[in-house]
């Protein structure tokens, strides 16, 4: 007799499955959620105070760093990663977070491991103030090995209209504030696993350190009126990314020296990778860029970060 189960998908061990992480997902849920868990979908009402809200929308996955956590055995960073790869985005564009939804795609159901993947999204959604709404997990036999994991989600965000992050404001002679990052956080490891072999085991603690979330920070900074544009350093790099936050006509000058490279980056570099591609790849220690108001500036250092360039005429950024 066929069935379900015979052809690799557990609904028992899903349905048990939702249970299991049912109280992680509503610990993140405040006044503002409608719905109830388990349900089809749930809502999120928008929080008192905007005259003219503009919801934004963002998605972004995890990437190949997976493959190093499943080989590890190590899954209780990974959420974080999804959390902050989406909701940087949009404080990216000066939205604040109020809601996530995931996707885990898994080959076969693993009760424990499913459970602290889901646990470490909930822990990155408190981190960044939003609710995780819900999800999916999905179970996908003979088209994934069976020990695979993908990881991908979604996220909501409000800001008030006319107070978005946008290069159209960005002036000649505005600052480049640098937010640090003392990893890679989650991208560019599929170069990583290409330059270290079977030697990335050996490294597995300072390759899985999980992502700092840069949202709540850049949203404070934002409130202070300084920040003009903001760039989410992610794959790119910052030679990728920063030009995103500038308008036609302007680049950026960037001193490399003024901010200290975490060790990661010099094993790599020791294994062959230029410093060129090492730039156009990671974030290079430099997760978050805020392009400031040079008379202003004192203001968003204050509560944190430092400053790492500056905006010019002409394109792209130029590193010194």
């Given at each position: 007799m066929t069935s379900y189960q015979r052809a690799g998908v557990d609904l028992e061990g899903a349905e048990a499955h939702v249970r299991r992480i049912a109280d992680a997902v509503t610990a993140t849920w405040g006044p503002n959620v409608v719905g109830s868990f388990g349900g089809f979908a749930a809502g999120i009402t928008i929080p008192e105070g905007y005259r003219r809200p503009v919801l934004m929308l963002t998605t972004d996955g995890v990437g190949t760093k997976l493959e190093l956590a499943r080989r590890a055995g190590r899954w209780e960073g990974v959420g974080?990663?999804?959390?902050?790869?989406?909701?940087?985005?949009?404080?990216?564009?000066?939205?604040?977070?109020?809601?996530?939804?995931?996707?885990?795609?898994?080959?076969?159901?693993?009760?424990?491991?499913?459970?602290?993947?889901?646990?470490?999204?909930?822990?990155?959604?408190?981190?960044?103030?939003?609710?995780?709404?819900?999800?999916?997990?999905?179970?996908?036999?003979g088209v994934m090995d069976p020990g695979a994991v993908d990881l991908?989600?979604?996220?909501?965000?409000?800001?008030?209209?006319?107070?978005?992050?946008?290069?159209?404001?960005?002036?000649?002679?505005?600052?480049?504030?640098?937010?640090?990052?003392?990893?890679?956080?989650?991208?560019?490891?599929?170069?990583?696993?290409?330059?270290?072999?079977?030697?990335?085991?050996?490294?597995?603690?300072?390759?899985?350190?999980p992502s700092v979330i840069y949202a709540p920070l850049v949203l404070e900074m934002a409130a202070t009126g300084a920040v003009r544009s903001a760039a989410h350093v992610t794959g790119g790099g910052i030679p990728g990314n920063l030009p995103r936050a500038l308008p036609e006509g302007l680049g950026a000058v960037v001193d490399t020296s003024t901010w200290e490279r975490p060790p990661v980056f010099d094993l790599l570099e020791e294994r062959g990778v230029t410093r060129d591609e090492m730039f156009r790849v990671f974030n290079m220690g430099i997760g978050f860029c805020l392009v400031v108001d040079a008379d202003l500036v004192e203001e968003v250092t204050a509560l944190g970060g430092s400053i790492i360039g500056e905006i010019v005429h002409g394109s792209g950024v130029r590193l010194q």
């Open positions: 974080r990663d999804l959390v902050a790869m989406c909701v940087d985005d949009l404080a990216a564009a000066g939205a604040r977070p109020l809601a996530l939804v995931d996707y885990m795609a898994v080959g076969r159901l693993d009760g424990d491991r499913d459970r602290t993947i889901v646990e470490s999204i909930a822990e990155g959604c408190e981190a960044a103030g939003c609710a995780l709404l819900g999800g999916e997990t999905a179970e996908h036999p991908a989600a979604a996220a909501l965000g409000v800001v008030e209209a006319g107070e978005e992050l946008t290069p159209s404001s960005v002036r000649a002679g505005d600052l480049v504030v640098g937010l640090a990052s003392p990893n890679l956080r989650s991208n560019g490891f599929s170069l990583v696993r290409e330059v270290l072999g079977d030697e990335v085991e050996d490294h597995f603690d300072l390759l899985l350190d």
